[in-house]
Each structure stands twice: as structure tokens, then as C-alpha cells.
């Protein structure tokens, strides 16, 4: 998909990655959906299907404390308080224990909750609020949003996608 120029392609692109998201989320056998058997986001780990809905989960609330400080007019700690670009693995293992113990189908509406939430927040800016002005370092708006949303969902996919056809037969529903 091509990276999104205004605000129309950001929510296009959003609802688009995250419907095909779900759509290979629900051929997981639920079963297997805290077996740690994945990938994880830190080198040398692994992580379970659990995780990586709550990795998305984490990074969606993230945007939207992003979103409610610019509102604020406060300053924003990219990525996260305590955390730089270069520790993304420890933020990701941060959102796996956050999100630990939470039952696999309300991350999932815990997740559509955070993605509806980023879509009205998108639906009530302009698109020069979006696109038309830097707000971290070099990047727009609407850059960040789907840098954080979008792309992390098309990545999920692939993962789970990846997963799926290696797991062969017995990881398919009947």
C-alpha cells in the first residue's frame, strides 16, 4: 500500500490494514493464541498471538495519548516516558506485561475500541493539521498516526500470515 498523502488515504489506509488484520486474526485457532510461538518484536524472543494483538493495542493507546497531550498543549515524550527510538523491543515487551492476563477476545475489542477512537480523532482534524505541518522533528501528523497504526497492522498480518502457513494444517479452523 502506498504511504498515505492526506487525510483520506490515512483513514483508507488504516480501516483497509487493520480489516485484513483482523481477517487473518480470526483463522488463529484460539487454542493456540497464548502459545509462544511467534517472533517476538525483540530479537531473540518470542511472543505468543496474545502478544502481538497486545503490541497493537499498546502502540494504538500510545497515538492516542499523543493525540490527547497535542490537544492538551502539552509536550509529548516520543515515543513513550522512558523510552527512545532505539528501545523499541523493551517498549514492546512493555506492552506484552500491560496488556498480560487480559482475555484474548476483549484485547481484541480493547484494540477496535482504540482504532475507532484514532479514526474520529483523524475524521475531526484538517487535512493541514494532518499533513501540511512537521509535529515530530520532520514528520507530520499523519505520518506518525500511520507509522503507528497502519503499518504496524500490515506487519502483524504478515507475521501472523507467515505463522499460519508454517504451522501448517493443525493451526487452520476446522
Not at 480489516?19 to 518484536?41: D, T
Not at 482504532?115 to 499523519?142: D, F
Amino acid at each position: 500500500m502506498a504511504v498515505p498523502q492526506d487525510k483520506q488515504e490515512l483513514l483508507d489506509a488504516i480501516n483497509a490494514t487493520y480489516e485484513k488484520l483482523l481477517s487473518v486474526i480470526r483463522r488463529v485457532p484460539m487454542p493456540r493464541v497464548n502459545e509462544c510461538s511467534l517472533e517476538g518484536h525483540a530479537k531473540g524472543t518470542q511472543m505468543s498471538v496474545a502478544n502481538l494483538v497486545a503490541y497493537l493495542v499498546g502502540w494504538n493507546e500510545l497515538v492516542l495519548k499523543w493525540l490527547d497531550a497535542d490537544a492538551a498543549g502539552t509536550v509529548i515524550d516520543f515515543p513513550e516516558t522512558g523510552f527512545k527510538w532505539n528501545q523499541l523491543g523493551q517498549l514492546a515487551q512493555k506492552f506484552y506485561r500491560d496488556y498480560q492476563g487480559i482475555p484474548f477476545e476483549q484485547l481484541l475489542e480493547r484494540l477496535d475500541s482504540a482504532k475507532q477512537r484514532i479514526v474520529s480523532s483523524i475524521q475531526s482534524r484538517e487535512n493541514a493539521e494532518l499533513y501540511e505541518c512537521p509535529w515530530y522533528e520532520h514528520w507530520t501528523m499523519g505520518r506518525m498516526i500511520q507509522f503507528n497504526t497502519a503499518s504496524p497492522y500490515d506487519n502483524a498480518r504478515g507475521r501472523l500470515r507467515k505463522w499460519l502457513k508454517a504451522e501448517g494444517p493443525s493451526s487452520q479452523p476446522a
